[in-house]
């Protein structure tokens, strides 16, 4: 079982910079895949960044390629990330998940926190 809580979010104006926690439990954190998601109301979840859990590879959206980056810190049983350059297309509530490779399929992920909202204003 693992509990993820991200925090970090808040309202930026466009091209303004966030960045994103969730610190997970657990004691295996660092064999789980990580991945960012975001939503908007009466949308799909859509896939934002991922990072693998045994070589820490990487995997972004076009829609945010050179803008944000994921990291993971597997001392601290947390995974971030970093949005620069932000634009009010990339307001939603972003949510974390955990699964066992950390690729773009949400539904490979079986554990959700509950969500942090970005505002980003024109």
């Known amino acids: 079982q693992v509990q993820l809580v991200e925090s970090g979010g808040g309202l930026v104006q466009a091209g303004g910079s966030l960045r994103l926690s969730c610190a997970a439990s657990?004691?295996?954190?660092?064999?789980?895949?990580m991945g960012w998601f975001r939503q908007n109301p009466g949308k799909e979840r859509e896939f934002v960044a991922a990072i693998t859990g045994n070589d820490s590879r990487t995997y972004y959206a076009d829609s945010v390629k050179g803008r944000f980056t994921i990291s993971r810190d597997n001392a601290k049983n947390t995974v971030y990330l970093q949005m620069n350059s932000l634009k009010p297309e990339d307001t939603a509530v972003y949510f974390c998940g955990a699964g066992p490779q950390g690729r773009m399929s949400r539904d490979e992920y079986a554990y959700w926190g509950q969500g942090t909202q970005v505002t980003v204003s024109s």
């Open positions: 657990g004691r295996t954190f660092s064999r789980y895949g």
